[in-house]
């Protein structure tokens, strides 16, 4: 089902910008918080807190997840799990349940309940800043918050992981 955000250009990264899924594997990397407020409805946080539970990797911080979710989405992820390298396309779900709206539907009503998504990512990845290039180069989306665009990233990373 495509939508506005289909019709979106993901903006020109430099040459040297590791994966989300190499900055994770290392033993150390320095962080930087990234706060978005994302629809209720959606249930992120809870959707992450499955897919960490039925994947058995509990050990893995949903901060960690966040990243990889938002690195996917900003790298043009299609609708294919191989976009994800290993071990991380392996944690795979049952299926996002059919009582959760899709992100763009959400963000399509006047009053949306939302709840704060905190993650401290690596700062490597630089997503605070790819994500605000991705609002300046698309026009449509520069009256739109950034946290609309987490909410759209990750509801569709979820979905693609069955969660």
């Known amino acids: 089902m495509a939508s506005d955000w289909d019709a979106y250009i993901i903006p ?8 989300a899924e190499e900055v994770l594997s290392q ?17 992120i946080g809870l959707r992450l807190g499955k897919l960490r539970v039925v994947s058995r990797i509990e050990r893995i911080p949903p901060a960690d997840l966040v990243a990889l979710g938002l690195d996917w989405f900003l790298r043009g992820g299609g609708n294919d799990v191989d976009d994800i390298a290993a071990p991380w396309n392996q944690y795979r779900g049952p299926g996002t349940p059919t009582e959760i709206p899709r992100a763009e539907d959400v963000l399509r009503q006047r009053f949306i309940a939302r709840e704060q998504l905190k993650a401290s990512v690596p700062e490597e990845l630089q997503l605070p800043h790819r994500l605000a290039m991705y609002k300046v180069n698309n026009r449509g989306l520069r009256r739109v918050p950034v946290a609309d665009i987490v909410a759209v990233a990750m509801d569709r990373w979820l979905r693609l992981m069955g969660f």
């Open 27 to 43: 033993r150390y990397f320095d962080r930087v918080p990234l706060n978005a407020s994302v629809p209720m409805a959606l249930e």
């Open 12 to 19: 020109d990264e430099p040459g040297d910008l590791v994966r």
